[in-house]
């Protein structure tokens, strides 16, 4: 009973907050159309804006508690309402700012008045005016670039290309092209023909393997059924390999049992088989040419609570010969906390997890993304003394909708010696 209490008065909070920038956001932007002779088109834009932001919230609801499943309709529901609450914050923030310096100014103009009986300039309308439009415009930046986010921006596959030079690389192996892939989240997606454009995007890196750092659905083993062909049809000279991420052990979903939570492990087993993967459960696979070797090993997922720490890297490199050591391991921090500093090298270590965050910014000589807050390494490649890491920004999307100026990543890596 007091659970049901603490959720309802967090849910009556959250929709007090939701009311109240409506409501100042309408009053603000209200005040610039009000001579307009565009008004009555201005209020029905609004309205309807925010009808379909409570119909995308009342969606969103229903979608984590697993009433309805995924769809366009449900996906541009829920990018449209997060869209449409970022532009109202934003906007709101200089309504505030503005108002507050307004009433600071106005007590000053009183106190100077009663105490000297002077009069002071307080603030004319046309500077309120220009605040306003100001935060409108600054406010729609990051609105249209969501609402393209969550269109056109989640299928803008790019493939990123990485050159390594290694001292110990077996000479068999130079120009050896790696395409690392992570993040698919299958059960996101609600344009196959998309996902297809991307899965052929891979083919076309005519990669000597595949190596896929977890992650391949979001809760249910079945969200990679209509992609099973698509990965089963997918040709690497010398195989293909995966290991589990987080959402691969269904912990985010109310299973009636823990039978059948184990039996859609089961299935996601037979999956990566159907598909013609090797799942690396901690352990690795050696791959020879012309009698020289590397090895490629997998960790299941290891992260910081309360993500599972299930990777048991020494298990992963039993009977491992010396030579050059690829590793998959899905989150980056087991790379920063265990691998990095293991007494045995490991030359390169491919994960993904972050996402990177699927929104921020990456042009030359800038590259920020909120994630960075959280994870020390969140996309791209980094290096520690002869050990590189890989961070893949992610195949695929969840939660929000859409990406944002992270776009989603084939990685293309050519080993050279």
Known sequence: MI????????????????????????????????????????????????????????????????????????????????????????????????DIERILKLSLHFITKILFDKTKVVETKSRRKFVTQLGLIIAAIPFSSMLYGITLGKYNFKVIKHYLKFNNLPNSFNNFKIVHISDFHAGSFDNIESVKEGIHLIQEQNPDIILFSGDLINNDASEIIPYISLFKDLKATHGKFAVLGNHDYGDYKNWSSNDEKEQNQKELFEYYKAMDFNLLNNSNKLININNETINIIG?????????????????????????????????????????????????????????????????????????????????GLYQFNNKYLNVNRGFGFIGYPGRVGIWPEITLIKLNT
């Open 299 to 379: 960790v299941e997922n290891w992260g910081r609570p309360p993500f599972p720490q299930k990777g048991d890297l020494d298990l992963a490199l039993k009977n491992t010969s010396n030579s050059f050591n690829i590793l998959l391991s899905h989150d980056p921090t087991h790379w920063e906390i265990v691998v990095k500093n293991h007494p045995i090298n490991i030359d390169l270590t491919l994960s993904g997890h972050t996402h990177g965050m699927q929104f921020g910014v990456e042009i030359p000589g800038i590259k920020w993304s909120p994630v960075k807050y959280i994870y020390q390494h969140w996309a």
């Open 3 to 98: 659970l049901i209490t603490l959720i309802s008065a967090r849910m009556l909070l959250f929709i007090t907050v939701f009311l109240a920038l409506d409501v100042y956001s309408f009053i603000g932007i209200k005040s610039l159309f009000k001579k307009s002779a565009y008004l009555k088109l201005f209020y029905f834009l609004f309205f309807s804006a925010v009808i379909v932001s409570y119909i995308g919230l009342l969606n969103t609801a229903l979608y984590f508690r697993e009433t309805i499943n995924n769809s366009l309709i449900s996906n541009l529901l829920r990018g449209f309402s997060f869209s449409f609450f970022i532009f109202k914050l934003l906007f709101v923030v200089f309504l505030l700012l503005n």
